[in-house]
């Protein structure tokens, strides 16, 4: 199977748009989806099939995807978005999840 | 609503077996998929194992052989039987539904497992 490497972290001020990237061979040939953890919660779906958000998941956030890549974008950052970010795609019958980006709200 | 609520965690001597469950409210076991999904203290998600609605499963490498999953439909709820624990095991565990296009929709709050002598 391919691994997902994510960067560690990204510090943005409030108002400004953060970029999480997520790398891995198979991304060219499986969907891929976003999650938020915040501290001492479960991990909530903020994106799937590279660029499609759930209902009730704010509009500041979106996905796309270039390539081995794939990109989680938030425009206009808010404190309250704060958190650990894991990208995730699936590999034959397994799943896979990017190591996580902390995003950091200075 | 869609609900998940695992149980069964706890402390646990390596080589022992544990049981967890995910009650399941708000849509039928059996008509979507359905992972179990850990996290060691401190570290990143793993994707442990998932169970089809046709019931075929499939299990990552390092639980294979040693971990099962099953579900119950007559009480709508998701099971992962875990033998031979490791110290490494040690995680909270996470039951998560999947449905077309996004395999991890839906959460449940976690349930943590300590193995340690």
């Known amino acids: 199977s391919y691994e997902l490497t994510q960067t560690p972290s990204v510090s943005v001020s409030p108002g400004q748009t953060a970029r999480i990237t997520c790398s891995g061979d198979?991304?060219?040939?499986?969907?891929a989806s976003w999650f938020q953890q915040k501290p001492g919660l479960a991990p909530m779906v903020v994106i799937y099939?590279?660029?499609e958000r759930p209902s009730g998941v704010p509009e500041r956030f979106s996905g796309s995807t270039s390539g081995t890549a794939v990109t989680l974008t938030i425009v206009g950052v808010q404190a309250e978005d704060e958190a650990d970010y894991y990208c995730?795609?699936?590999?034959?019958?397994?799943?896979?999840f990017g190591p996580g980006t902390r995003l950091i709200v200075l | 609503e869609v609900r998940l609520v695992e149980s069964g965690g706890g402390l646990i001597q390596p080589g022992g077996s544990l049981r967890l469950s995910c009650a399941i409210s708000?849509?039928?076991?059996?008509?979507?998929?359905m992972n179990w999904v850990r996290q060691a203290p401190g570290k990143g998600l793993e994707w442990v194992s998932v169970v089809y609605e046709g019931g075929n499963t499939y299990y990552a490498d390092s639980v294979k052989g040693r971990f099962t999953i099953s579900r119950d439909d007559s009480d709508n709820t998701l099971h992962l039987r875990m033998n031979n624990v490791r110290t490494d095991d040690t995680a909270t565990y996470y039951c998560a539904r999947g449905v077309d296009g996004s395999p991890f929709d839906s959460w449940g709050q976690g349930t943590l497992v300590t193995v340690s002598s």
């Open positions: 995730q795609s699936t590999d034959n019958d397994s799943f896979i």
């Open positions: 099939k590279d660029i």
């Open positions: 708000g849509f039928s076991v059996s008509s979507s998929f």
């Open positions: 198979g991304l060219t040939k499986s969907y």
